[in-house]
């Protein structure tokens, strides 16, 4: 199992988690964009954070469901992964 998440996957949780389709080259060529501009919001946030720490078996470090762009998100995330949070 990878222990980074790409934007693929990213992508992928947005739509199984919160009912959103996101080009996922969208979200690597704009890291910087909010969440908000891809019409994601924190609730939709919390249910992808609840999916990984389900998928990965390890606690994602508190704050992750706060972030604001993609690029902000997947640093928290693979750094979460990466040291076990």
Same mark, same amino acid.
């Given at each position: 199992?990878?222990?980074?998440?790409?934007?693929?996957?990213?992508?992928?949780?947005?739509k199984?988690c919160a &009912? #959103?389709t996101?080009?996922?080259?969208? @979200? /690597?060529? %704009?890291?910087d964009?909010?969440? +908000?501009?891809?019409?994601l919001d !924190?609730? &939709? #946030?919390?249910?992808?954070?609840?999916? @990984? /720490?389900? %998928?990965?078996?390890?606690?994602? +470090?508190?704050?992750?469901?706060? !972030?604001?762009?993609?690029?902000?998100?997947?640093d928290?995330?693979?750094?979460?992964?990466?040291?076990?949070?």
């Open positions: 199992m990878p222990t980074q998440l790409s934007y693929a996957e990213l992508a992928a949780l947005m199984s &009912g #959103l996101v080009d996922p080259q969208l @979200l /690597e060529t %704009r890291p964009a909010t969440f +908000e501009e891809y019409g !924190s609730l &939709g #946030l919390l249910a992808i954070v609840g999916e @990984l /720490e389900n %998928r990965y078996g390890t606690p994602i +470090e508190p704050g992750a469901e706060s !972030s604001k762009t993609p690029g902000d998100f997947l928290v995330i693979n750094t979460s992964l990466t040291t076990g949070a």
